[in-house]
């Protein structure tokens, strides 16, 4: 792929996670009044890009934080809503559920948290976002820039989302 390409895809990724965050944007009215809700919050699409034809990045709302994988091409999607999928990333293994979204189609996410009271700000819960995003896509780099001294090994086995905002993703072997 050239890095036109691969631009051009990157492009349509950030849209589509936008679009996503606009459908929850629509939601917030009715969700504010739940006991979920933070309302020192807003909805947001965090380092959306493409990965292996699907966007990938992540939800930000006041109610919860997800992974978000949704395909570039709607016609690609066929999981059944509610369909638990493993999918390998740099980190490992993580299980995502399938759902649908009017207007989006396929989509499926990775529940990182809810709800979302532990963060004060925005900023606080976008910073979250981006750290877990790096965590998932870049794990060597980011054990790096955590333990320089280490080397990071690599998942043999799935992890899942406590393990993940644990740091499992940096534990090593013996």
């Given amino acids: 792929m050239t890095a036109e390409v691969a631009a ?3 492009v349509e990724a950030r849209a589509a996670g936008e679009a996503v ?3 929850y944007r629509a939601a917030v ?3 504010r009044d739940l006991p979920v809700f ?3 919050l807003d909805v947001a699409a965090i380092g959306f890009r493409a990965l292996d034809d699907h966007a990938f990045g992540v939800i930000v709302t006041p109610w919860f934080m997800n992974l978000v994988r949704l395909p570039l091409d709607p ?7 509610g ?3 493993t999918r390998v990333l740099p980190v490992g293994a993580l299980e995502f559920t399938a759902g649908q979204l009017d207007g989006i189609g396929g989509i499926e996410s990775c529940s990182l948290f809810s709800p979302m009271f532990d963060f004060a700000d925005q900023s606080a819960a ?5 750290a877990a995003l790096a ?3 870049e794990p060597e780099q980011v054990a790096d820039e955590t333990l320089p001294s280490q080397a990071p090994s690599k998942m043999a086995t799935t992890l899942d989302r406590r393990g993940l905002l644990r740091g499992a993703w940096m534990e090593r072997r013996p």
């Fill in 126 to 130: 976008e910073a979250a976002a981006e």
């Fill in 29 to 31: 009215p009715a969700m």
């Fill in 75 to 81: 016609a690609t999607a066929g999981r059944s809503q």
């Fill in 21 to 23: 965050a606009a459908i």
């Fill in 8 to 10: 051009h895809r990157d």
């Fill in 83 to 85: 369909e638990v999928v």
């Fill in 38 to 40: 933070n309302p020192a």
């Fill in 135 to 137: 965590a998932v896509l």
